[in-house]
Structures are given as C-alpha cells and as structure tokens.
C-alpha cells in the first residue's frame, strides 16, 4: 500500500513541476519562413478608432503582440514594450491586441494599471485571431514586415534587452 501511495505522490509531483518553471524560463524566438501574416479588423482599446492587421503593417514593419489582462508574463512585459515604442515608434508600428473573453477586461487594464502606457492597445474577434495565428500560449511576439509577412516570433514574455534585440533584428 506504501508503494501504492509512493507512486500516486510521484505522479502527482511530476504532473506540476512544469508549473513552478516561469512561463518565460526559455524563450522561444523562431523565425518564420515568409508565412503571410493572417488580417483582422481592430479597434483601439483607448479611442475606439477601428484600423487592420493589414493596415498597420502596410508601409512599415509591425510589432504584434497577443495579450490578455489576466496573464502575468502578458502584464509584466507591457512596460518594456512601452519603451520599445517609445525608441522605435517612428519606424515601427506596434500593436497590442488583447485577447480576452471580455473587451471590458482589456478596457479596464487599460484605463488602471496600463493608464500610463503609450503603446496602442486593441481588440478584436478573439476567436478568430486565436484561430487565425494559431494561438495555444501567450504571450506571444510577431515582427510583420511591411507587405504583410510575419518574419519573427516569440513565445513568452521578454525583458526590455531582448525586446530590443527582436525588434532591431527586423529593422
């Protein structure tokens, strides 16, 4: 019966060891083979606006980033974004969709913790964005070239350094 239990603790120990490993413990930076980045209606978190995946990568490169107000790594990546957009905003577009099952969610990070951010928050059809970019895990980084395809991505939260070293690659 000891035994019995032994393996039950066991099993049970290993079934959440991955949970004790940060999200972004290794980062995960693939680049793409010239896939064309999927375009979704958006509209901005702040004003309303309503513009396109395709819209925002048109005639320049294009920072995507998939995030949700419950996610800690999607939350504590934000201020290093927002410094990216500060240094790289007149030769980079950036866009920060949210992809929570509530746009009131996203709204309210925006107007509370994300008040003093400068970065362009979005929604769209959570859904079918999550669809479209095959979406399992977030956050999740793309570098869209202008013309619409997406040349880099990254899976999990990035500290400002290699924030800066993903988005200079693509420039």
């Known amino acids: 019966m000891k035994k019995f239990y032994f393996a039950m603790a066991m099993a049970s120990a290993l079934t959440f060891i991955p949970a004790a490993i940060p999200f972004d413990s290794s980062p995960g930076v ?10 979704a209606d958006l509209t901005n978190l702040r004003d309303d ?10 005639d320049k490169p294009l920072f995507l980033n998939f995030w949700a107000s419950w996610c800690p790594p999607c939350v504590g990546e934000m201020p ?4 990216m957009y500060q240094k790289y905003g007149d030769r980079v577009n950036f866009a920060a969709v949210s992809i929570d099952g509530s746009t ?3 709204k309210s990070f925006t107007q509370g913790r994300g008040a003093d951010l400068q970065l362009p928050f979005y929604y769209g059809d959570e859904m079918a964005i999550s669809q479209a970019y095959h979406i399992d895990a977030i956050p999740i980084s793309m570098m869209i070239a202008p013309g619409g395809e997406i040349i880099a991505q990254h899976l999990g939260g990035m500290t400002e350094e290699e924030l800066d070293a993903f988005i200079s690659a693509a420039l």
């Open 80 to 83: 290093h974004i927002d410094a």
């Open 49 to 58: 606006s309503a513009t396109s995946i395709a819209a925002l990568s048109a």
């Open 30 to 39: 693939t680049v793409a083979e010239a896939a064309a980045a999927p375009d």
């Open 104 to 106: 009131d969610d996203a």
